[in-house]
């Protein structure tokens, strides 16, 4: 069974940085295409960013309002997936979660179908002085 | 940016009775629409892709429908497990999501 258990939400003061982790198992990081979303307390569900698989070149895309602050990464040797947060703001609080996208596959080709269909259970970072 | 907004904000039904959420992108998205339940505390799960299909492990008391701008998350016969947010998600233009229903079961 798919599993993903992020790690590493923390409080931290604005212009502060972060680092996110999110572990999985039962299946190879590097074959899947995963992304992060957010969700600030009480509030709905934000895209933050993807990284695509080794075979597509590990080539990452991030939502407007965290370009160029945010870096998503992979350390295949430990399948884990990683979230580095940098000049964070207020309303960056929020629950983190890693997401595997769903693919549809025939024989040996897989297509992704840009939703997600496994999360993890999410880790809290909260920014405030 | 496709827009996605989500009505009612709040439905509150009965078990047995049918639940009918509503899902209108702010531009022709076709077909290219999800929806997901969140519980209290938990993740979201997906339940329906690409407007009609069934995720693996989704009840058949939903059921989806609608393109275009207009979607429709169908619950047929309501159950007290059911009580949760529900998202829709657009996949045409990135990836952006409602504001959600929040389904209560009396």
């Known amino acids: 069974e798919v599993k993903l258990v992020e790690s590493g939400g923390d409080l931290v003061k604005p212009g502060g940085s972060l680092r996110l982790s999110c572990a999985a198992s039962?299946?190879?990081?590097?074959?899947?295409?995963m992304h992060w979303v957010r969700q600030a307390p009480g509030e709905g569900l934000e895209w933050v960013g993807r990284?695509?698989?080794?075979?597509?070149?590990?080539?990452?895309d991030y939502a407007a309002p965290v370009g160029g602050r945010f870096f998503i990464s992979r350390d295949d040797s430990e399948n884990t997936l990683s979230l580095e947060m940098h000049s964070l703001k207020t309303e960056d609080t929020a629950v983190y979660f890693c997401?595997?996208?769903?693919?549809?596959?025939?024989?040996?080709?897989?297509?992704?179908?840009?939703?997600?269909?496994?999360w993890g259970q999410g880790t809290l970072v909260t920014v405030s002085s | 940016e496709i827009v996605v907004t989500q009505s009612p904000a709040t439905l509150s039904l009965s078990p047995g009775e049918r639940a009918t959420l509503s899902c209108r992108a702010s531009?022709?998205?076709?077909?290219?629409l999800g929806w997901y339940q969140q519980k209290p505390g938990q993740a979201p799960r997906l339940l329906i892709y690409d407007a009609s299909i069934r995720a693996t492990g989704t009840p058949g008391r939903f059921s989806g429908s609608g393109s275009g701008t207009d979607f429709t998350l169908t619950i047929s016969s309501l159950e007290a497990e059911d009580s949760a947010v529900y998202y829709c998600?657009?996949?045409?233009?990135?990836?952006?999501f409602g504001q959600g229903t929040k389904l209560e079961i009396k």
């Open positions: 997401a595997t996208e769903l693919q549809y596959c025939t024989g040996v080709t897989c297509h992704p179908l840009r939703y997600f269909d496994n």
């Open positions: 039962a299946f190879t990081l590097s074959n899947a295409l």
């Open positions: 998600q657009q996949r045409w233009n990135w990836y952006t």
């Open positions: 990284i695509d698989t080794k075979a597509n070149g590990d080539t990452t």
């Open positions: 531009h022709s998205i076709s077909t290219y």
